[in-house]
């Protein structure tokens, strides 16, 4: 199956910083998605993006088909923005797709 | 408001008896999907079902069953025959095929 590698596995920035979540992938895929786990469980989906930029406020998505990652932007962090950041990715439908073991965020007000 | 409803938020059972987590969508979504979380880890899918009346294996469906009598629920049975079966269960769903994949608050289940 294709391998998923995000990074850092782990992220401590003060509240107001930028960071980029990387996301590298194995094989071509027509499926990619980001999603932020908060402290409490809640699975949030941010982001549909197989290819190209997508921008929503202050987070923003680039995959990069073509060389295999996506990134994910966060700008001016707060302090909500903590938790989890997933990306999911596969060749098909969303049976398809497999979760990377994502990147922690911590935002220190 | 639309959304995925799963309830109970928090489940404790006896090892050797099996539970029951429900899961549901008004949404109008006809694919929902199962999957479970463990600490420190990505989500692995145990069943999904695209369609009412069908449904299908995931990657980690041994020891779990499922049904899909209505389009807006997909309840989850933890049986017996689970060797782990504490863990984080969240259920989703989506329009079906490539497109956002939505998820409920989740279900954390103990089993001692």
Not at chain 1, 23 to 46: A, E, K, R, T, Y
Not at chain 1, 92 to 99: A, D, R
Not at chain 2, 11 to 33: I, P, W
């Amino acid at each position: 199956g294709i391998q998923v590698e995000q990074s850092p596995p782990d992220l401590i920035l003060q509240e107001g910083a930028n960071s980029t979540l990387r996301c590298n992938f194995s094989d071509s895929v027509n499926n990619l998605q980001w999603f932020h786990q908060n402290p409490w469980g809640q699975l949030i989906n941010l982001f549909y993006i197989p290819s190209g930029t997508k921008q929503n406020g202050r987070l923003s998505a680039t995959t990069v088909a073509t060389e295999r990652y996506s990134l994910l932007y966060i700008s001016s962090s707060q302090t909500t923005d903590s938790g989890v950041y997933f990306c999911a990715l596969g060749r098909g439908g969303n049976e398809k797709l497999t979760f990377g073991t994502g990147t922690r965020l911590t935002i220190i007000p | 408001d639309g959304g995925i409803t799963q309830s109970p938020k928090y489940l404790f059972r006896k090892e050797g008896q099996n539970v029951t987590l429900s899961c549901e969508q008004n949404l109008n979504h006809d694919a929902m999907y199962w999957y479970r979380q463990d600490p420190g880890q990505g989500l692995r899918l145990i069943y999904y079902s695209q369609i009412v009346n069908d449904f299908q294996k995931g990657d980690i469906a041994e020891g779990y069953s499922v049904s899909r009598e209505k389009k807006e629920s997909f309840p989850l049975t933890v049986t017996s025959a689970q060797k782990n079966p504490t863990a984080f269960y969240l259920c989703a769903s989506s329009m079906g095929g490539e497109s956002p994949l939505h998820f409920g608050n989740g279900t954390r289940l103990t089993v001692t």
